[in-house]
Every structure is written in C-alpha cells, then in structure tokens.
C-alpha cells in the first residue's frame, strides 16, 4: 500500500476512536444510581470574572454512593460554586454549609432513568454520526488517489477497509450504549 493510502486510512480510525473516546466520557457525566465527581464535569463556575470549571475552583469527593462534597480552594468562592452547579440544570439540590456544598443525590426515578437512556441514546447517536463523518471525508479522499493515478483495485480494498473499520466502531457505539442502558435501568 503506498503512504496516501495508509494515511487515509490511519486518519479515519484516529478520527473514529476519538469519536469512542468523547462517548465514554460523555457516558460518564450520565449518571447511574451511584453518586460520582464525574456527574459535576462540565459545570463552569465564575470565578473571578473568568469562567473555569469546577475541578480548578474546589475539591470534588464522593463519601458514599448518595452523596457528592465540594470544598472550594477558596472559602469566599462557595457561592459562585452553588450558584453554577443550580444553573448546570443537573437535577441537584446543593446544600450550602459554610465551608462546603453538601449535595444529596436522589435515587432515580423510572421517569428519570428513562430520560437518562434517551440522553445516552443521543450521545450514541452523536458518536455514530461522526463515525459515518470520518468514513465519508476518508471515502473522498480514496476519490481523489483514484483520480491521481491509484490503481483501482488499491482503491477498491481502501474502500473496503474503511467500511471494515466503519462497521467496527459502529458495533462498539452499540455496545457501549448497551451496557450504559442496562446500567441505568438497573434499579
């Protein structure tokens, strides 16, 4: 195979698996029945007129599986901090006590897990699109060799391989949104 060919190629499956990659972290933020500092990522606190995440303003512990801690950094930032986590629309109920926010986490309800599933089921669905993405533009790039002088028959088995590897992440999509349903329903 020349270089073009296993650059495409290299560049799809690159493309693809941070496609994975971006799924399982996004699966991480929905939550399943165990409280986790995960479920707060993406919660982006003002923070002296900037705007930062919450892990660079406080620590984030989980005691037990029902409950979530945060100890600012900075004592005088504790607002800001629950303040950000009420508008991050999370389904949280922050508890401030001083020198920490105390949030209890609910036990899901069925409606709740459901929507949960819908929420996977779009993530998945995202990572899918992208998939068929990296496919696509690696498909028009196989185009372009052929029009370049590629043998046919070089193109052809391209084509074929990054089929191959679309079909492959695409099964691993569904396996992932799976097992992430199955770890929501379960009660």
């Known amino acids: 195979m020349t270089e073009e060919v296993e650059f ?3 560049s799809a499956k690159e ?53 979530i801690i945060v100890q600012p950094f900075d004592k005088s930032s504790i607002g800001a901090i629950e303040k950000a986590i009420m508008a991050a629309n999370l389904g949280f109920n922050p508890s401030n006590e001083g020198d920490l926010i105390r949030i209890n986490v609910p036990p899901l309800t069925e409606e709740r897990r459901k929507e949960l599933v819908k929420r996977a089921k779009t993530e998945a669905e995202d990572a899918k699109i992208s998939i068929r993405t990296a496919r696509r533009q690696a498909n028009e790039e196989a185009k372009k060799l052929e029009k370049d002088g590629i043998p046919e028959d070089m193109i052809k088995k391209l084509l074929d391989d990054i089929q191959e590897l679309t079909d492959n992440f695409s099964k691993k999509v569904d396996s992932l949104f799976e097992k992430k349903e199955k770890d929501i329903l379960t009660v």
């Open 8 to 10: 495409i190629l290299e």
């Open 15 to 67: 493309h693809m698996e941070n496609s994975i990659m971006h799924l399982e972290k996004e699966f991480t933020k929905i939550r399943a029945g165990q409280s986790s500092p995960a479920m707060l990522s993406g919660v982006i606190v003002e923070y002296y007129g900037t705007h930062v995440p919450i892990e660079q303003t406080a620590n984030i512990n989980t005691p037990d599986p029902r409950q």
